[in-house]
């Protein structure tokens, strides 16, 4: 029997998930008459001809599959006060600013109080499943959680990242109070306008309710073990405040000051066994058990982008369980992961059928996918989208969004695979961003193409004991030909040998036949590999947040492209060492 706890019941939660997830095409369909019945007034949609007509035939034939950039115009006119109804039936309430690392600069996305109902409902179903199989009591959640800067838009609408604005919500408190994850610390440290110093007194917080913590979270897995780091740095401040009893001089904001002083008392004891117990730590292995006994598990986002923090994430965990969390972006979300037992390489995220119109567009093959990148190609080529419940477990789709916040028919940019159906929903496997990172003429390498070289050269430098703390790519064209640049920010110096070995390992890792027959031919010049100063990311981290990006939803750039010239310069102006590969000579 699941817990109940005040209103909030896992039992109800998963019977009303079983419920939609029965009959999803007519879930789907309810879900697409409401958007279009909502929203009927709404400018974009007079303007495509629906004429007041909800049904699916009827939406595909006249509203056409979109991206970012066509909606541009809109959004603007929304963020510059035109009160008339645009995308939506109801205003929109705030701005969202994705993470944007895609492109260097964050997008505006509508949010409004839809999105914040949609979250919850994905927060309480995968905390249904979670808590079946690792049940929590009342208790505390040690939350790396940022929120970003705000502004006012020319038509006075708050702009700040998804996550700030959900964090904003009166909502979301009540939520983490029934699934038992409230974070430990103060508004005033998730809302702080600095995140170093937010950080630290997260990690002072969750000392101070060492016992009651039983989850350790963040939005994306990088945040814990960027964290943890900094912990390492950290650890002796944070005893000594918590010995004395006062919050050390790097904490300036006085509102952060006031709110941390307020839980701070001298407890000496506490202090003693939280050094004790970091000194008695090899190489910080399984730190967050040994200083939260009560934690059950480390939750966040672990799959995509976030894969090659894993390693370092285990590390940190040592004993707990990881759970990777659910799927959704700034624009809306998606799936939830209902199996919380499944390790992270194999999560899957089961679709929500109420939460928005989704539609798939079949990519065979890798091909596929590509030509759909080129401009040159006209979209004649492309697969039809298909309905949820059309999709063919094993196959992959790029997903096509419509929410209840004023997007129709939206390229969201993912691909996914199909792992399999709970009931008539599809669980969703994230495979990577649609866009190709890495091209010079034929050869075409995404996101996680270069994870999968990444992670070839990582078993290379862990013989030598070095660790790839991050990476990013870059095409440099400045030589003809043109070239692959990977930078690496590493734990330690390595011998040149081993980076030579390193740079022909990563040139012969890219195994796309575009790229190994341009090698041969020498179409493409060697891998270039750049070894960077300790903290670059940081630099690079920084340099996003002063943007006005939120730590929360912070993803490293895989690719620096010329029109991200000021990530280009630092990473260039912190270079330590570089060599070109021999692997084709
Ligand atoms: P944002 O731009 O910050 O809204 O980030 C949204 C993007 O993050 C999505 O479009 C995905 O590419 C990625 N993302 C979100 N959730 C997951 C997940 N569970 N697994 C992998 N990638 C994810």
């Not at 997830?21 to 001809?49: P, S, W």
């Not at 814990?224 to 780091?229: E, G, L, N, S």
């Not at 697969?383 to 916040?405: D, M, N, R």
Request: with cysteine; proline share 4%; net charge neutral.
């Amino acid at each position: 029997m699941l817990e109940k706890v005040k209103g909030f019941s896992a039992d109800r939660v998963i019977e009303e998930f079983e419920a939609l997830t029965k009959d999803a095409e007519r879930v789907q369909r309810e879900t697409l008459f409401r958007i279009l019945h909502d929203n009927r007034e709404a400018e974009y949609l007079q303007n495509l001809g629906l004429r007041g007509r909800t049904d699916p035939h009827s939406f595909k034939s006249c509203v056409p599959l979109v991206t970012h950039k066509e909606l541009e115009t809109c959004i603007q006119r929304i963020a510059d006060g035109d009160a008339y109804p645009i995308l939506t039936g109801k205003p929109i309430t705030s701005i969202s600013l994705s993470s944007g690392t895609t492109q260097g600069k964050p997008k505006f996305v509508p949010f409004n109080d839809e999105l914040v109902h949609s979250t919850m409902q994905i927060y309480k179903t995968s905390f249904a499943f979670r808590n079946r199989a690792y049940p929590l009591r009342s208790g505390k959640a040690l939350q790396f959680i940022y929120s970003s800067k705000q502004f006012k838009t020319k038509g006075g609408l708050t702009a700040t990242t998804a996550t700030t604005n959900v964090y904003r919500s009166e909502q979301f408190k009540r939520t983490m109070m029934d699934i038992h994850s409230l974070c430990c610390s103060p508004d005033e440290v998730i809302f702080s306008p600095d995140f170093h110093q937010s950080l630290y007194c997260h990690l002072l917080c969750g000392l101070i309710f060492s016992e009651e913590i039983q989850i350790v979270f963040s939005t994306f897995a990088h945040s814990i073990v960027h964290a943890f780091r900094t912990f390492e740095n950290v650890w002796e401040e944070l005893c000594f405040d918590i010995k004395e009893g006062v919050l050390s001089s790097r904490i300036t904001i006085p509102t952060i000051r006031s709110a941390v002083s307020r839980l701070l008392r001298p407890n000496p004891q506490l202090a003693d066994t939280i050094y004790n117990k970091c000194v008695g730590l090899s190489s910080w292995y399984g730190v967050i058990p040994a200083l939260w006994p009560n934690a059950k598990y480390v939750y966040g986002i672990m799959t995509g982008s976030m894969e090659p923090y894993l390693n370092k994430l285990r590390h940190y965990a040592g004993s707990l369980p990881l759970m990777s969390a659910d799927y959704g972006s700034s624009e809306g979300w998606i799936g939830a992961n209902i199996d919380p037992e499944l390790p992270p390489e194999s999560a899957s995220f089961t679709v929500l059928p109420n939460i928005g119109y989704f539609e798939f567009i079949p990519l065979k093959e890798k091909g596929d996918l590509m030509e759909q990148n080129s401009d040159l190609l006209s979209n004649q080529r492309e697969q039809e989208p298909i309905g949820l419940t059309e999709v063919k477990v094993g196959e992959e789709y790029e997903i096509i969004i419509t929410s209840f916040a004023g997007l129709y028919r939206y390229r969201l940019g993912d691909v996914v695979r199909v792992a399999g159906f709970h009931n008539s929903t599809p669980k969703l496997q994230f495979i990577r961003r649609k866009s190709l990172i890495l091209t010079i003429n034929i050869d075409k390498n995404t996101e996680k193409d270069l994870q999968l070289a990444i992670e070839e050269a990582d078993k290379l430098l862990a013989a030598e004991k070095l660790e790839i703390l991050d990476y990013t790519s870059h095409v440099d064209m400045s030589t003809d030909p043109g070239h692959y640049v990977i930078f690496l920010e590493l734990s330690g110096e390595a011998r040149e040998e081993v980076l030579s070995s390193c740079c022909d390992c990563l040139d012969l890792a890219f195994v796309d036949a575009g790229y190994v027959g341009s090698r041969k031919v020498r179409a493409i010049s060697p891998l270039e590999l750049r070894v960077l100063k300790r903290g670059t990311f940081h630099k690079i981290m920084d340099h996003y947040l002063t943007l006005g990006g939120a730590m929360s939803q912070y993803k490293t750039p895989r690719c620096v492209g010329l029109s991200n010239g000021k990530v280009l310069q630092i990473l260039n102006s912190n270079v330590l060492k570089s060599c070109f590969s021999a692997a084709y000579n």
